[in-house]
């Protein structure tokens, strides 16, 4: 089994006619199956398609990560666009009010489209649980993870309201896309919020296989340097060859990562990388 990863959105770009932003958007192609993974924090991730010359078309599925605005800016627009998905995935609790604790009170970070919006949509959803969702064969969505490593767990300046109050959000919404190769099995996160250990280990878990290839946010930004440092001892000796580590993973870590992980790469707008 083969695919292909692009990204189409990005914090950086390497060229100057690719525009990159806060946010984060991936093309996963397989056999005879295209999954859009996340749609930016804006519509720009479709001009971007268009320079890099990739045709979204069809989208058989529209797979969100989480309920934030940087993955989800661009929704409406594929919603309304010529390419409507096929189907949307989503994990539970992904609509609600999220917020991100700033110096001078709550900023409001939620999704940047509603349910109704969905329901108006004509397009059918599905809900990602705990177990495994086959879409294709090798293609797996995977949700409702929990930190279980001793440096994660939840980011208190991150917040959402519950029906007890306002409190850290647990990101229970959190999908993951898991592809089986031959010879590879990768991890694919939006922004891996409960903590990319924490992923790394379910997903070997239940796969039976250890994760080779990651891809996507590890949500390192404001991590410390012993939880870096821990993270890419863990990753390397789990067996992860390849970590294309971008969006939320934050300078430190990325300089981190540079300097001791051999398999580390820039995962820039326009990257493609291929699982087999």
């Given amino acids: 089994m083969k695919f292909q990863i692009t990204t189409l959105m990005e914090n950086g770009s390497p060229k100057d006619c690719l525009a990159s932003e806060h946010g984060l958007s991936l093309w996963i192609e397989g056999e005879n199956f295209h999954l859009l993974y996340d749609t930016g924090a804006s519509p720009r991730f479709l001009k971007n398609a268009q320079a890099l010359n990739v045709q979204l078309q069809p989208i058989d599925a529209l797979v969100l990560s989480h309920g934030h605005y940087d993955h989800t800016g ?54 990602v649980g705990e177990k495994p969702l086959q879409l294709a064969p090798g293609l797996w969505l995977l949700s409702g993870f929990t930190a279980t490593e001793e440096l994660e767990g939840p980011i208190p300046t991150l917040l ?34 409960v903590g990319i250990l924490s992923m790394c280990r379910r997903v070997r878990e239940i796969f ?35 970590l294309g580590a971008c969006h ?18 820039q995962n820039h707008v326009g990257s493609c990388v291929t699982v087999e």
């Fill in 160 to 193: 959402r309201d519950t029906n007890e109050g306002r409190e850290p959000d647990r990101f229970q919404d959190e999908v993951a896309v898991v592809l089986e190769g031959d010879r590879e099995l990768a991890l694919v996160s939006g922004c891996s919020h």
């Fill in 248 to 265: 939320c993973n934050g300078e430190r870590a990325g300089a981190y990562f540079e300097a001791n992980f051999p398999g580390f790469f």
């Fill in 208 to 242: 039976g296989r250890p994760v080779t290839t990651f891809l996507g946010g590890t949500h390192l930004m404001a991590a410390g340097e012993e939880r870096i440092r821990r993270t890419c001892a863990c990753l390397k000796e789990w067996g992860v060859e390849r």
């Fill in 74 to 127: 661009g929704v409406t627009a594929v919603l309304t666009g010529p390419n409507r998905p096929g189907a949307i995935y989503l994990g539970k609790d992904f609509f609600g009010p999220r917020y991100s604790q700033k110096k001078d009170g709550p900023m409001e970070i939620g999704a940047a489209f509603t349910s109704y919006a969905l329901e108006q949509s004509g397009i059918p959803s599905f809900e």
